[in-house]
Nanobody, 120 residues
Framework: QVDLVESGGGLVQAGGSLRLSCAAS????????MGWYRQAPGEQPELVAT???????KYGDSVKGRFTVSRDNAKNTVYLQMNNLKPDDTAVYYC??????????????WGQGTQVTVSS
């Protein structure tokens, strides 16, 4: 129904930057949120950033001031600009979409994840 395709992960030195993209295939409706979560080995997923269809944004405390989330509603695409990367940012980053279906039930969709590795 909804497929999320991520790109932009890779290896970067501390202090560098990466830009992640996630495109949703299929309708995500007019009320939705898209964003990013990350998970390091053996740990629970952590909120990175989300942005709703109306532009409301939330950031995880550890990335505030360094990461910027944005979206292109016409393309159903969300972006994550990551600046001043730190080794602690190393994780698998997962794209998420929360959508309101016609039955008004919220449905969550997840991408396959993209690896971000920050070297010191």
């Amino acid at each position: 129904q909804v497929d999320l395709v991520e790109s932009g992960g890779g290896l970067v030195q501390a202090g560098g930057s990466l830009r992640l993209s996630c495109a949703a295939s299929g309708s995500i409706g007019t009320r939705n949120a898209m964003g990013w979560y990350r998970q390091a080995p053996g740990e629970q997923p952590e909120l990175v950033a989300t942005i709703t269809s109306s532009g409301k944004i939330k950031y995880g405390d550890s990335v505030k001031g360094r990461f910027t989330v944005s979206r292109d509603n016409a393309k159903n695409t969300v972006y994550l600009q990551m600046n001043n990367l730190k080794p602690d940012d190393t994780a698998v980053y997962y794209c998420n979409a929360s959508v309101v279906g016609r039955d008004y039930r919220v449905e969550d969709y997840w991408g396959q994840g993209t690896q971000v590795t920050v070297s010191s």
